[in-house]
């Protein structure tokens, strides 16, 4: 009485899954009676064909993971319907619901479950993350790797899955079993900086080389030192500050490009910030020097993290003189020749500031530049009337003061 | 002297014609000017606004206790939940309309060609899919050490779903089912990568609640004692209809519930609007007036049948998710409540058969009376239906069997008959009641006289057929509002004139048929 009967779809096999058989008695006998149903687990079948027999005109109600399709009968034969499922039904893994309906009438329902085939190239999925991690903290980094049949259905629980990995001269290879989709490998970073080359495996299938990259942890206090030529306050030279190799706790060198500031306070306890990043763990930082002798203080520090050692830095004056002519017939002012601490001419543009004075009143002020460390200044009749005037001038900390008289 | 008038009289007619001109102009330009600013808001570009609101509410309970990889977080979680949600959500729009519009945001592109798949299919074939999922309960198995890839079990998912070929429904499948998840994180979107359909898992049966009402052989039984429900309808006499308003007045309340307990009765039915309380966000200074009501019931000694969605009228499939959040936050509120006999889902949900499609009424009032079950366990649950023919829908999900019955007197009892032979739990008779309007409408006919002789014949087959019942309803209203009856003033003359009582609270000759 009870037929069962396998089709081969088109040539190409598919290899999901379950076989289900509705089987109704005689063709006379009422829906409802005699359905048999048979399931079959263990064995992979070549397609997915109901067989079921009766008179009415019936149809297929199918539900799985993406959604619910209806399919009609695809041949009759007498007493007997087939029907042949679709291709993205018998592709996906997982549970699949049926309801067998006449016109008006429900007649059977139930559900069968596909398995992933695992005949064909299993495809592998890998991820790799956090990929860049500090030496010997606490965050570790994972590899995930989900492996799934060629209709991108994960394969089952346990499925093993074989993962290489080396850094430096060591190479260790682990074999983790898939659950919940996938396998994953944590591995708490090392306290060496340096890169961590992951492969991982399953069956035939390898995935591509990943990497996971070891950097320096935050840097410990560390030393700057400086470089000038001389340490005169010329406004003109530059003196460099470097540090030493910034190191993290373990001895790696910081990253190249770690950002430090160095803070450059100055005779009024105003702050100056240079930022400078580390190349080799050095990092450099120039400034020209002040115009005025003072002394600076200097203090480097990668943000919140590591600082150095203040250093000091005493600049002398540059010039000791500054020679004043005035010509009162003119009301004209010849300031220079400025020279230097060697007798050099001051260099172009070095700033001198002048201020005209009567009794506590600025009538002028200026800040001039040298032009072949000179500076003319002009003051007509018709602008400053008054006889006698008290001039200041400044330039490179020396000031010189001196009093005007105009004989008109 | 006329001619002077006659000036005057043209003149003030040419200065209001020319002013009602201008009036005119200004009026007709407004309304253009008007017109074209409406439309769509410059704001709708960036299509932030899509999906803002959780247009998809399913209860959805996370476990996520044992994590292996990274700890998760409460807040992590709730982008997951949106996230996660919206994916469902815009599956089940792409699936009614077959058009992927949306999926991109929520599915990878692997799981997206599968979801294309059937889409596609089905579009072919003309098939379309109403669903909407009721409940989740995610058990989180694994996240990401770098936070982005997630794994869980979705468990024991209730899913409603309804298949049509054109217009004609084909199935409808209710099932429980668990899904193993897989989402990820890309650009700031948590799309679902894998999704696959573990065999159906049966769901664990809701344990029937200790109540103090239960229900035995096709009676009622409070705390073991047989109760024989006597009840009244009741909607204050100044705002029928509007309980819960600006004009909420529970002393006037505290008058009346005395007043119901005086003559006798031991039960009031009370209305919840849906739209009113807020829908899916429940307003909380509602919830405090029926709070108040509640104990204002049971300080009077009497048992309250709360009606919950009253004006509810979508019935749309991806809609019930909002209406179970309104009943959830109801429920969980009064669970305990001890005035509370029952809960009755929906005032005459039979009426929308007919225009909203009676499988979408009907498989509504079934979810929801399981999500209901979820939160009281130890009420009753009803459904007032506005026939005894109506009746016999879903009796296998409520506790009792409650019916209007509004036709003459004489048919009574062969309705009656009919329905206590299907119906295999206790009956309620939940409304009934004459109006004793008398005029223009119906040519003077009826009156109080009719009314006290209908109330009187009511009063004995009660007595006759040990009927639980709820009359409609205490007072005379002065004003019916139009959502109810609709607007012509027949039938809201008709409407106003049902009470036991006069609008100034006198009693009518029918209110000696009301004690018991």
Not at chain 1, 207 to 221: C, H, K, M, T
Not at chain 1, 372 to 381: D, Q
Request: proline residues 5%.
């Amino acid at each position: 009485m009870m037929k069962t009967k396998l089709y081969f779809h088109n040539g190409f096999l598919f290899f999901y899954g379950l076989m289900l058989w509705l089987l109704f008695g005689a063709c006379t006998s009422p829906a409802a009676e005699g359905i048999e149903i048979h399931k079959n687990t263990s064995q992979p079948a070549a397609d997915l064909i109901l067989e079921v027999g009766t008179k009415d005109s019936v149809f297929l109600v199918l539900k799985n993971t993406w959604g619910t399709t209806v399919i009609t009968p695809s041949q009759r034969k007498a007493s007997k319907v087939y029907f042949s499922f679709p291709n993205f039904i018998k592709k996906t893994a997982g549970s699949l619901r049926y309801q067998l309906h006449t016109e008006n009438k429900l007649l059977e329902s139930g559900s069968l479950n596909i398995i992933p085939s695992l005949d064909q190239p299993i495809q592998l999925e890998t991820y790799l993350g956090p990929k860049n991690l500090e030496a010997g903290s606490a965050q570790k980094s994972m590899l995930i790797a989900i492996p799934t049949d060629a209709y991108d259905n994960p394969l089952p629980n346990l499925t093993p899955v074989v993962v290489t990995y080396n850094f430096k001269e060591q190479i260790i290879t682990d074999t983790l079993f898939t659950s919940s989709l996938l396998a994953f490998k944590t591995i708490v970073p090392p306290t060496q900086t340096g890169q961590i080359n992951w492969v991982a495996a399953c069956q035939e299938t390898t995935s591509n080389e990943l990497f996971s990259q070891i950097y320096a942890a935050s840097p410990v206090d560390f030393e700057i030192a400086y470089n000038q030529t001389h340490a005169f306050a010329d406004g003109n030279q530059v003196i460099e500050w470097y540090t030493s190799v910034l190191k993290d706790v373990y001895g790696n060198t910081v990253s190249d490009g770690t950002l430090v500031s160095f803070e450059i306070k100055n005779r009024l306890d105003e702050y100056t910030k240079i930022y400078a990043s580390t190349l080799n763990g050095v990092a450099r930082a120039k400034a020209i020097h002040p115009e005025e002798p003072q002394t600076w203080t200097v203090q480097a520090q990668v943000a919140n993290l590591a600082k150095s050692n203040p250093v000091q830095v005493y600049f002398k004056s540059a010039v000791s003189e500054i020679p004043v002519i005035y010509n009162a017939a003119q009301r004209s002012l010849k300031v220079g020749p400025i020279l230097g601490y060697m007798g050099q001419k001051v260099p172009e543009g070095t700033r001198v500031s002048i201020r005209l004075m009567n009794a506590a009143e600025v009538v002028f002020e200026s800040m001039a530049t040298t032009r072949n460390a000179m500076v003319n200044v002009k003051f007509p009749a018709n602008l400053y009337p008054l006889k006698e005037y008290a001039l200041e001038l400044k330039t490179l900390g020396a000031i010189k003061t001196l009093k005007i008289k105009n004989y008109e | 002297m006329s001619k002077k008038l006659n000036k005057t009289f043209y003149r003030i007619l040419l200065i209001v014609s020319f002013l009602i001109l201008n009036a005119l102009v200004l009026y007709g330009i407004s309304t253009v000017l008007a017109f074209l600013n409406t439309g769509a808001d410059r704001s709708g570009l960036l299509k932030a606004e899509q999906l803002r609101n959780r247009p998809y509410q399913p209860k959805i309970t996370w476990d996520y206790t044992a994590v292996k990889g990274r700890s998760l977080h409460p807040e992590a979680i709730r982008a997951i939940e949106d996230d996660y949600l919206k994916a469902w959500y815009v599956k089940q729009r792409a699936l009614q309309s077959n058009e992927e519009e949306g999926i991109a945001d929520y599915f990878t592109d692997s799981a997206r060609v599968k979801l294309r798949k059937i889409i596609r299919e089905n579009k072919k074939k003309q098939i379309h899919l109403v669903s909407t999922s009721l409940s989740h309960q995610p058990r989180v198995e694994f996240f990401s050490e770098n936070g982005q890839l997630l794994v869980f079990t979705d468990q024991a998912v209730s899913e409603y779903q309804q298949v049509f070929k054109g217009k004609n429904l084909l199935a409808i499948l209710e099932d429980s089912s668990t899904y193993q998840v897989m989402m990820m994180l890309e650009d700031g979107f948590w799309r679902i990568r894998h999704m696959k359909r573990l065999p159906d898992t049966t769901k664990p049966k809701q344990e029937k609640g200790s109540g103090v009402f239960q229900v035995k052989n096709k009676k009622l039984y409070y705390q073991d004692q047989a109760f024989f429900l006597k009840g009244i309808n009741y909607y204050p006499q100044k705002t029928p209809w509007d309980m819960y308003g600006d004009q909420f007045d529970l002393k006037q309340m505290a008058i009346d519930f005395g007043k119901i307990k005086g003559l006798g009765l031991n039960t009031i039915r009370i209305f919840v609007p849906y739209e009113d309380f807020g829908k899916e966000q429940v307003r909380p200074e509602k919830l405090d007036k029926l709070e108040k009501v509640l104990n204002l019931a049971k300080q009077k000694q009497l048992f309250v049948v709360v009606t919950l969605f009253d004006f509810y009228g979508n019935y749309a499939v991806l809609d019930w998710t909002h209406t179970h959040r309104h009943a959830e936050s109801l429920l969980t509120r009064f669970k305990d409540h001890p005035a509370i006999l029952a809960w009755d889902v929906k005032n005459e949900p039979d009426l929308d058969f007919e225009s909203r499609g009676a499988n979408n009424v009907k498989g509504w009032l079934k979810t929801t009376i399981a999500q209901m079950r979820t939160f009281a366990p130890n009420h009753l649950i009803t459904v007032g239906w506005s026939k005894p023919e109506a009746a016999i829908y879903l009796e296998q999900e409520v506790d009792f069997v409650s019916f209007h019955y509004y036709k003459p007197f004489a048919q009574l009892a062969a309705d009656y008959k009919m329905l206590n032979n299907l119906i295999d739990k206790p009956l309620v008779l939940q409304e009934f009641g004459m109006s004793s309007y008398s005029g223009w409408f119906n040519f003077w006919q009826g009156g109080k006289k009719a009314q006290a002789d209908y109330h009187r014949k009511m009063h004995d087959f009660i007595l006759q057929n040990d009927l639980s019942f709820m009359a409609w309803t205490l007072y005379d209203f002065d004003a019916i509002p139009r959502s109810v009856v609709g607007r012509w003033p027949w039938r809201k003359a008709y409407q106003k004139h049902f009470g036991f009582f006069t609008t100034q609270g006198k009693p009518k000759p029918a209110a000696t048929y009301l004690t018991y």
